[in-house]
């Protein structure tokens, strides 16, 4: 039976240290600020700028929530935008994807401040993940995963490291960060995704399966070799008649049969989930510290 990684206690922990660097910035009369943008009323995309709200209050960080109507215009995002890069009390700013169909988020992303943008989504901080440059932002849902491996003690150095899909969000800023040349990555990564041929006999050749496909699931026992470490980044509705809510939240891994042959897997929830919003606040002690 595969090890339990416990992404709830690891968040804490994380959680310990950001605590100290906050105090610290709080002695040079920093509160590091957050602006969280929620374009529209997507119940799951409010829940998630809710918990991030609560998090910062939490942590004593400055949190600004900015909930606006589905009808809002790209001008009048932009413009908030604008208002935000030159408000000297927000550091890090998060515009919460997807935004309705008629914004176009490739232009928001690009309108942000590189130096506030924390979610890591501006070309500038891409870039600077590609060039290995430290100063950039990377993506939360990545940097999580990466402190996961390294809290559980998992070797990364020169371990295969298989990701299942290509987002911008998790798969391909992941593969970069994982070849990363320094001792937190050195992985051979490979990428696998919808289009792959034969994919189960890469995957079996995985010291690590890093799954964020979007597919409830999919990677079963047949794609994993025996002691092989899973990664489950897949948050996925399924109906449940026997839940209040009528569906239930699984990750991409079929967690009974797959976990009977890894060495470690994370469950959904309690695995990558609760890191991704620690990397958040972690990004934005960052970005508070590089703008004193
Ligand atoms: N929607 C789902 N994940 C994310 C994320 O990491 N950042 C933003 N801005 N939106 C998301």
Do not use: W
Request: charged share 25%.
């Amino acid at each position: 039976m595969a090890k339990l990684i416990d992404g709830r206690a690891i968040a804490e922990k994380v959680y310990v240290d950001l605590c100290r660097e906050i105090a610290e910035l709080k002695e040079k009369d920093v509160t590091p600020g957050l602006a969280v943008v929620l374009v529209g009323d997507d119940p799951a995309s409010r829940a998630y700028v809710r918990s991030k709200d609560k998090m910062c209050r939490e942590l004593g960080l400055h949190s600004l929530k900015l909930e606006l109507p589905a009808s809002t215009t790209q001008t009048e995002l932009l413009s908030r935008v604008e208002e935000l890069n030159a408000d000297s009390a927000i550091h890090g700013i998060l515009v919460q994807s997807p935004p309705p169909a008629h914004i176009d988020e490739t232009a928001i992303v690009r309108a942000l401040d590189p130096r506030k943008d924390v979610d890591g989504f501006h070309p500038e901080n891409v870039a600077k993940l590609v060039l290995d440059d430290s100063s950039g932002f990377v993506p939360c849902t990545p940097l999580g995963v990466q402190r996961l491996l390294i809290e559980s003690k998992i070797n990364i150095n020169g371990a295969h490291v298989v990701v299942l899909g290509r987002s911008m969000i998790v798969g391909k800023p992941l593969a970069l960060l994982l070849m990363q040349k320094n001792e937190k990555a050195n992985a051979t990564v490979t990428v696998v995704h919808s289009r792959s041929r034969d994919l189960a006999e890469i995957t079996r050749t995985a010291d690590i399966i890093i799954s964020a496909i979007g597919r409830a699931g999919f990677v079963q026992a047949d794609h994993v070799r025996e002691g092989a470490v899973v990664i489950d980044v897949g948050i996925n509705r399924v109906e449940d008649a026997a839940s209040e809510r009528g569906y239930r939240l699984v990750g991409d891994v079929a967690f009974d049969e797959v976990s009977k042959k890894a060495s470690a897997i994370t469950p959904v929830p309690g695995g990558v989930g609760p890191m991704t919003i620690a990397m958040l606040i972690s990004n934005t002690v960052k970005a508070a510290r590089q703008l004193l």
